[in-house]
């Protein structure tokens, strides 16, 4: 069985999801589209407009492509819906209908991750929905708080694609749920089957950032990894006994190689012997890998342990205001004239008596990656231009607005040979950040809907 | 007698590495370039070493975990990002090239 993966966040490569039906036989199609703060926007946009709330690009993807899911047997899963899974299923259905797809599709959709209704409601019975990373109680900010959704595991996938869905639609469900879904119902895995969940699970954390794992950002002989232009997303070839490999289709190109399967595996990597999903705990650390061939990876030994009993919470509140503004200094003394700007710009702001939470300051060719590591080694007086990055947070607009109208004038007031403004000024940004939490598994109810196209 | 200081090498010669980001934790996975090098690592990039790397650049503790099976280490840099994700001033708010920051550090050759 042939699971590809066609978007890896919602903003991936418009062409990669044609490129995997189109290339050669699969049976699944796997989009992630859900970052952590991705729930608010479109919250936000659900506030608006009650038709919206889902990642919209995955409309005229899916128009792209029905015809050939259909012809081609290709059953799709999708985190696209946010907030929205119902209205999301709804646009892609008449897109299907407009492309005469009546009576030969089956959509699934799956809900129950949206916990915003119900909050009040579970802080009342006692979930205080902490902060994971703080330990501090979710009624500090309660007020502010503008998403709140449950990560989903596989199982309501599961049961959608068992009730015949050829295309799941899902809220928030995890990256790794969205690939083992597919497995554990084409192989009908028990759903004590630590071992073979935990492979499933890795195999989609595997694929789960699409050509991360097959030649994209990779880091090991990076010049010679061959034709990034015409990278080949990943594929999972799965087998009913937990075995897997990773592969890609012919003629494309991108590199799929121990070492860069090996990057992606460590990519935001934990405590690697507990590996926690809601479907089950992997253990990373039994993870064999050979390579079994050109552009493929074999996967084996993979071990899981018991799921937990609760689910991980995703809330996003609204914090307060931010604003980057930047100024590029030329040669010579590129590094000192930005360094004189930026003390210029900071005493200016403290004679406003302007209240921010951090003003963060970077030379961009100089310090903006690797801070004080980079700078022992650099020649500063040979930098052919440095591009002065000032950046402000405060929980009031007002400052952050000021700020705004203090970079530009640095350009005739400040240190010379100074360009690189066209853009004009900054604009203050809203804030919206992350509250990770846990939930009791059984105070949350997936929900798994069917609409026939 | 003389005694002669020990060869050093660049991290970026024995291992790659790729970084990431949960909230306001960073994680750097690095990964031996030959499986020869994993217990040259093992012995010499050790969490209190690279905490004495990132000095003045990250504000917590740093922990290790070991992966002898993909030659990996995984490092978990704690208060790296300036709050994490959307609160971050940071061009780097993600932790993504915190990566190519470890392999700067120098440690013993091997033998």
Redesign the interface.
């Known amino acids: 069985m042939r699971i590809a993966a066609g978007q890896g966040f919602w903003g991936d490569w418009l062409e990669a999801p044609y490129r995997q039906v189109t290339g050669g036989p699969i049976d699944y199609l796997m989009m992630d589209y859900l970052a952590?703060?991705t729930m608010s926007i479109l919250q936000k946009q659900k506030s608006r407009d009650p038709a919206s709330g889902y990642a919209k690009d995955f409309v005229p993807q899916m128009e792209r492509i029905l015809p050939l899911l259909v012809e081609r047997r290709v059953k799709v899963t999708a985190n696209a819906g946010g907030v929205n899974p119902r209205a999301c299923a709804q646009a892609v259905a008449a897109a299907a209908r407009q492309l005469g797809l009546g009576g030969k599709l089956r959509i699934g959709v799956v809900t129950g991750d949206d916990l915003l209704p119900r909050l009040d409601g579970l802080l009342a019975r006692g979930h205080d929905l902490k902060n994971l990373?703080t330990g501090r109680p979710l009624r500090e900010i309660r007020d502010r708080v503008l998403a709140a959704n449950a990560y989903l595991g596989a199982a309501p996938l599961v049961e959608a694609l068992r009730q015949g869905a050829d295309i799941v639609i899902t809220g928030r469900v995890t990256d790794t749920g969205l690939t083992l879904a597919p497995m554990v119902h084409a192989f009908g895995w028990r759903a004590d089957d630590w071992d073979k969940l935990a492979a499933g699970t890795v195999a989609g954390h595997t694929i789960e950032c699409g050509a991360q794992c097959s030649g994209g950002?990779c880091?090991?002989d990076w010049q010679r990894i061959p034709d990034l232009a015409n990278v080949g997303y990943p594929i999972v070839e799965a087998h009913a006994d937990g075995g897997f490999e990773i592969t890609k289709h012919p003629d494309t190109g991108g590199r799929i190689s121990v070492?860069g399967v090996?990057?992606?595996?460590?990519?935001?990597?934990?405590?690697?012997?507990t590996y926690i999903t809601p479907d089950c705990v992997a253990d990373?650390?039994?993870?064999?890998?050979t390579q079994a061939g050109k552009d493929r990876v074999r996967f084996a030994?993979i071990k899981g342990r018991p799921a937990t009993n609760k689910l991980k919470v995703s809330l996003a509140y609204f914090?307060g205001y931010?604003a980057?503004g930047t100024l590029v200094y030329a040669w010579p003394d590129a590094y000192r004239k930005a360094q004189a700007a930026d003390r210029v710009l900071r005493r200016r702001l403290h004679d406003l008596r302007l209240a921010f939470d951090?003003i963060?300051t970077?030379f961009?060719g100089a310090d903006?990656?690797?801070?004080?590591?980079?700078t022992r080694a650099t020649r500063f007086a040979e930098l052919p231009e440095v591009q002065l990055?000032v950046?402000?947070?405060s929980r009031e607009a007002g400052p952050v607005e000021r700020f705004t109208r203090e970079i530009a004038p640095l350009i005739l007031n400040g240190p010379p040979s100074v360009t690189g403004f066209a853009g004009g000024r900054p604009k203050p940004e809203e804030?919206?950040?992350?509250w990770?939490a846990l939930i009791d598994k059984d105070v949350v109810e997936p929900c798994v809907e069917l609409v026939d196209v | 007698m003389t005694r002669k200081a020990a060869p050093k090498v660049l991290l970026l010669d024995l291992a790659h590495a790729r970084s990431g980001d949960k909230g306001d934790t960073a994680n750097v996975g690095l990964i031996a370039l030959k499986p020869a090098y994993y217990p040259h690592l093992v012995k010499h990039v050790t969490a209190a070493r690279v905490a004495r790397h990132f000095r003045g650049l990250i504000t917590g503790k740093v922990e290790r975990y070991e992966l002898p099976n993909l030659n990996a280490l995984n490092f978990l840099l704690h208060g790296a990002l300036d709050g994490g994700g959307t609160v971050s001033l940071k061009t780097d708010a993600q932790g993504k090239v915190l990566s190519t920051a470890l392999l700067r550090m120098e440690i013993a050759a091997p033998r």
């Open positions: 952590e703060v990373d950002n880091s090991v070492a090996t990057e992606q595996l460590v990519y935001e990597m934990g405590d690697p012997t990373f650390t039994t993870i064999r890998l030994g914090y931010k980057v951090a963060h970077e961009v903006a990656t690797h801070g004080s590591l980079a990055r950046a402000v947070r804030i919206v950040a992350y990770p």
